[in-house]
């Protein structure tokens, strides 16, 4: 079969910011296909020009789109575009999990894919191809006689099976992002998390349990993107790349051991890292540069109503325990929590300025989302204020808040960032234009390019 499979652009934090990575998922999906023997082509729009509207859909016998919720609006129209040429859609990705019936009883697509994709993806255009319409397969959803039919989702047990992702499908060289001065891109080692954050919709997308690859074949992907593509730093976006400490040591070992010198950055939580200095000490060894922590808040009943199963004061101890391993930290704050009050937000700004005296290297702000498929969403279901999607990008307030507007709150984002980035670490470290660039980017309105 002949297959077309579109990132549509980015328009969020991230990309205004100037990251824009591989989109792993359709690469895993491609890769699985041209496996079985199947034709597959690739469209990244974050990095390609790619004129939707008039493009002709026919050459191809399905069109596969990926979507988390801001893009969803630009996948609306390139599905119309799509279905008004006959062409089966088949929708997979956060967003269409979360909202798979919606999308189907408004005939959006004629398949939806829940979570993972490679597996059902592969499946059903071999079930299509055999003239199979409405075929039983896990994790495949779609619509007969009025009904939204289909199993649920069966998560990939053995991730090892799975191909590496298909770059030589991708413009690998229109990803140019550096970490650490050398050219740098991302992999992804394992998936799931156990800890099923109110406002994360990882562990609904991706499931509850963690599965991870083989330490073997994630050295194999290493070696492949140090050697064939000239990368010098790796970025691991598990969800939770230290969830297991004998693993992420195992790793660092073998990095040492076969002399990539890389330099690398990861997703941590602040708990998985005390307690366990011998993972932070191999981890450095082996090129470890920045962690992503997600401190997210100050107000323990914040940390409580998001069931984050964190105390903020540890805080400060990780910040110091990565500091002797030159370990620089990347912050990351929710401010909006529905028991978030003036008083409570400026303790988190006060919170993140104290930890960038103690040596955090970047702070991030988001405001709290209720994105479609986290249990947030179906506790704020009833005091969403927009359905414009494109405002669901942690830069705005998209529900009736009790203590503040949107105006009040955005305001205080903004506040949040100048107050972090003026202080005397940051301003000589990064200076007030990339504070500036920052709020500059995150206040930016999002646009859809047809």
């Given at each position: 079969?002949?297959v077309?499979?579109?990132?549509?652009?980015?328009?969020?934090?991230?990309?205004?910011?100037?990251?824009?990575?591989?989109?792993?998922?359709?690469?895993y999906?491609?890769?699985?296909l041209?496996?079985?023997?199947?034709?597959?082509?690739?469209v990244?729009?974050?990095?390609?020009?790619?004129?939707?509207?008039?493009?002709?859909?026919?050459?191809y016998?399905?069109?596969?789109?990926?979507?988390?919720?801001?893009?969803?609006?630009?996948?609306?129209?390139?599905?119309?575009?799509?279905?008004?040429?006959n062409?089966?859609?088949v929708?997979?990705?956060?967003?269409?999990?979360?909202?798979?019936t919606?999308?189907?009883?408004?005939?959006?697509?004629?398949?939806?894919?829940?979570?993972?994709?490679?597996?059902?993806?592969?499946?059903?255009?071999?079930?299509l191809?055999?003239?199979?319409?409405?075929?039983?397969?896990?994790?495949?959803?779609?619509?007969?006689?009025?009904?939204?039919?289909?199993?649920?989702?069966?998560?990939?047990?053995?991730?090892?099976?799975?191909?590496?992702p298909?770059?030589?499908g991708?413009?690998?060289?229109?990803?140019?992002?550096?970490?650490?001065?050398?050219?740098?891109?991302?992999?992804?080692?394992s998936?799931?998390?156990?800890?099923?954050?109110?406002?994360?919709?990882s562990?609904?997308?991706?499931?509850?349990?963690?599965?991870?690859?083989?330490?073997?074949?994630?050295?194999?992907?290493?070696?492949?993107?140090?050697?064939?593509?000239?990368?010098?730093?790796?970025?691991?976006?598990?969800?939770?790349?230290?969830?297991?400490?004998k693993?992420?040591?195992?790793?660092?070992?073998?990095?040492?051991?076969?002399?990539?010198?890389?330099?690398w950055?990861?997703?941590?939580?602040?708990?998985?890292?005390?307690?366990?200095?011998?993972?932070?000490?191999?981890?450095?060894?082996?090129?470890?540069?920045?962690?992503?922590?997600?401190?997210?808040?100050?107000?323990?009943?914040?940390?409580?109503?998001?069931?984050?199963?964190?105390?903020?004061?540890?805080?400060?101890?990780?910040?110091?325990?990565?500091?002797?391993?030159k370990?620089?930290?990347?912050?990351?704050?929710?401010?909006?929590?529905?028991?978030d009050?003036?008083?409570?937000?400026?303790?988190?700004i006060?919170?993140?300025?104290?930890?960038v005296k103690?040596?955090?290297?970047?702070?991030?702000?988001?405001?709290?989302?209720?994105?479609?498929?986290?249990?947030?969403?179906?506790k704020?279901?009833?005091?969403?204020?927009?359905?414009?999607?494109?405002?669901?990008?942690?830069?705005?307030?998209?529900?009736?808040?009790?203590?503040f507007?949107?105006?009040?709150?955005?305001?205080?984002?903004?506040?949040?960032?100048?107050?972090?980035?003026?202080?005397?670490?940051?301003?000589?470290?990064?200076?007030l234009?990339?504070?500036?660039r920052?709020?500059?980017?995150?206040?930016?309105?999002?646009?859809?390019?047809h």
């Amino acid at each position: 079969m002949n297959v077309l499979l579109i990132n549509p652009k980015c328009s969020g934090y991230y990309y205004r910011l100037g990251l824009v990575y591989p989109p792993l998922g359709l690469a895993y999906i491609s890769a699985t296909l041209k496996q079985a023997g199947h034709q597959v082509k690739i469209v990244d729009m974050s990095v390609e020009n790619f004129d939707y509207v008039h493009f002709d859909f026919t050459q191809y016998d399905l069109v596969g789109i990926s979507t988390d919720t801001p893009r969803f609006p630009q996948v609306f129209n390139i599905a119309k575009s799509v279905k008004g040429q006959n062409v089966t859609v088949v929708l997979g990705g956060p967003h269409a999990s979360a909202e798979a019936t919606d999308i189907l009883k408004e005939s959006l697509a004629d398949y939806v894919i829940l979570g993972e994709g490679e597996k059902a993806t592969l499946e059903l255009i071999e079930a299509l191809e055999n003239g199979e319409k409405y075929p039983d397969i896990p994790g495949v959803l779609y619509m007969e006689d009025g009904i939204v039919k289909g199993l649920p989702t069966e998560f990939i047990k053995n991730l090892d099976e799975i191909p590496f992702p298909d770059r030589e499908g991708l413009k690998m060289d229109r990803y140019r992002n550096e970490f650490h001065g050398k050219p740098a891109t991302s992999i992804v080692t394992s998936r799931g998390c156990p800890f099923n954050c109110e406002f994360c919709s990882s562990s609904q997308f991706m499931g509850i349990r963690w599965r991870r690859r083989s330490i073997p074949n994630v050295i194999e992907e290493v070696k492949l993107l140090v050697k064939n593509y000239g990368y010098g730093s790796i970025m691991f976006l598990d969800d939770n790349f230290t969830l297991n400490t004998k693993r992420v040591i195992a790793l660092s070992e073998e990095i040492i051991k076969n002399d990539m010198r890389i330099a690398w950055w990861a997703f941590s939580r602040a708990d998985e890292l005390l307690g366990h200095e011998d993972m932070v000490e191999a981890m450095a060894d082996s090129g470890c540069k920045m962690l992503f922590i997600g401190f997210e808040s100050a107000n323990e009943a914040a940390l409580k109503e998001f069931n984050k199963k964190l105390d903020s004061s540890i805080a400060f101890d990780v910040v110091r325990l990565l500091k002797k391993y030159k370990i620089d930290v990347y912050a990351s704050f929710i401010l909006g929590a529905l028991s978030d009050t003036y008083k409570t937000v400026e303790k988190t700004i006060k919170f993140a300025k104290e930890l960038v005296k103690l040596g955090v290297s970047i702070v991030q702000f988001s405001i709290l989302t209720p994105y479609p498929g986290t249990r947030l969403y179906e506790k704020l279901r009833g005091s969403l204020i927009t359905k414009d999607y494109e405002k669901y990008d942690g830069t705005h307030l998209v529900f009736k808040h009790p203590n503040f507007t949107p105006q009040q709150l955005r305001k205080l984002f903004n506040k949040a960032y100048y107050r972090v980035y003026s202080t005397p670490k940051l301003l000589f470290k990064r200076g007030l234009p990339y504070a500036w660039r920052l709020l500059r980017r995150a206040n930016a309105t999002p646009t859809v390019e047809h």
